[in-house]
């Protein structure tokens, strides 16, 4: 060992020789086996091959990698095609790498079927949907045309004289101021109907028939009062007009009430729900009538106003459109006794009913009718 006097030798620090770093396998190598490449030294150290380390030893060269393991970099790098993206329900390309013709073909044939079911359900259906079904306005009520508008139904007739009072019979002025009003209809262009156009009899529930044999037609029958039996006070002081409408429609499917099978088809049977719908916009066109025919009647004659008044009445219970009754004054009271007694007032009388049916009629034309009452008056 040296003298304690003596400094020790300077160590050298060990020189750390370059790492052998592993290579990912080449895509062509066998999985297990792999490459190593020299250790690349620092940055800004020169060497040279062969190399020497700190004490002059020479460091064994790299192997070398086999040509058949390096990938060429005089060939170009091509990318493979990206594959046509399909889509739902296309099929499998054509010759040229496009999608063939055929799938479009399916494609719209698909679209012509759905549309051609869609045809056929509403043929099946017939007509046009119900207005609620699409939220749509209800479309306003059809024009008369060719159909009858109004019927006017002069009371009695025949073996029926009605009220007699002061050498009135009422049989006979319902028929001639029926037959007044419907002259004055016509003569505004107005197609109208007489229940009976002479002296005969016709039973009620053939008025009513004939009432719901014009869909849309308003019925008016003409009647005139009698207070004879009420004693001799009451007969000198009932005076005055008035008209009746009903508001419990008779829901019957006899003869002489609604006409259900020409209402929906024969055979078919009545909606509930329609029925009720076509009874009250029934005795809500009603009231609107009598109220019309009403005012027209006192502005005209300046007779005692008795108002409108509801009353299930047979006719007008049972005709299924808009429907009233007028009594066009007492023949029992002695001063109406004589003016029923005049022709002039008569046509007085007649033309004041014809413009309350106008004043209704042109009224109820801007309104909407309900989808079922549509159907009912075949619209």
Request: charged fraction near 20%; proline fraction near 11%; hydrophobic fraction near 40%.
């Amino acid at each position: 060992m040296p003298d304690a006097d003596e400094p020790p030798p300077p160590v050298e620090p060990p020189t750390a020789e370059p790492a052998n770093i592993p290579t990912p396998p080449h895509p062509e190598t066998d999985p297990g086996e792999s490459t190593v490449l020299p250790a690349q030294p620092a940055s800004g150290v020169q060497t040279a091959f062969p190399e020497t380390d700190c004490e002059g030893s020479t460091v064994p060269p790299a192997p070398a990698i086999p040509a058949s393991k390096l990938l060429s970099l005089e060939a170009p790098l091509t990318e493979a095609p990206p594959a046509p993206v399909r889509r739902r329900f296309e099929g499998p390309p054509g010759a040229d790498g496009k999608l063939s013709s055929h799938v479009w073909r399916r494609h719209w044939c698909g679209v012509g079927g759905v549309v051609l079911l869609a045809a056929c359900v509403c043929a099946l259906i017939g007509g046009p949907w119900p207005a609620w079904r699409w939220n749509t306005p209800t479309p306003e009520r059809p024009p008369p045309g060719g159909a009858v508008a109004v019927i006017i139904d002069p009371g009695h007739g025949g073996g029926d004289s009605g009220a007699v009072s002061q050498g009135v019979v009422e049989k006979d002025l319902n028929l001639d101021v029926g037959r007044r009003v419907a002259q004055s209809l016509s003569a505004r262009g107005i197609k109208v109907r007489l229940t009976r156009e002479d002296d005969h009899f016709i039973t009620l529930e053939e008025r009513v028939r004939m009432g719901n044999s014009q869909p849309g037609a308003v019925f008016v029958s003409i009647h005139f009062n009698d207070a004879s039996g009420d004693g001799r006070v009451a007969m000198n002081r009932a005076s005055g007009i008035e008209t009746f409408y009903s508001e419990n429609k008779a829901m019957s499917a006899s003869a002489g009430g609604w006409m259900w099978a020409s209402l929906f088809g024969a055979g078919a049977k009545a909606d509930p729900v329609a029925v009720h719908e076509v009874g009250l916009w029934s005795a809500r066109e009603g009231a609107s009538l009598a109220q019309s025919i009403q005012s027209a009647l006192v502005a005209s004659t300046a007779a005692t106003d008795r108002g409108i008044k509801e009353r299930s009445l047979y006719v007008t219970r049972r005709v299924r459109g808009p429907s009233v009754l007028v009594e066009g004054g007492f023949v029992s009271h002695p001063a109406e006794a004589r003016l029923l007694g005049d022709p002039a007032y008569r046509q007085k009388l007649a033309d004041a009913i014809a413009d309350g049916i106008v004043r209704y009629l042109d009224a109820a034309s801007r309104q909407p009718l309900p989808a079922a009452v549509l159907a009912s008056l075949g619209a």
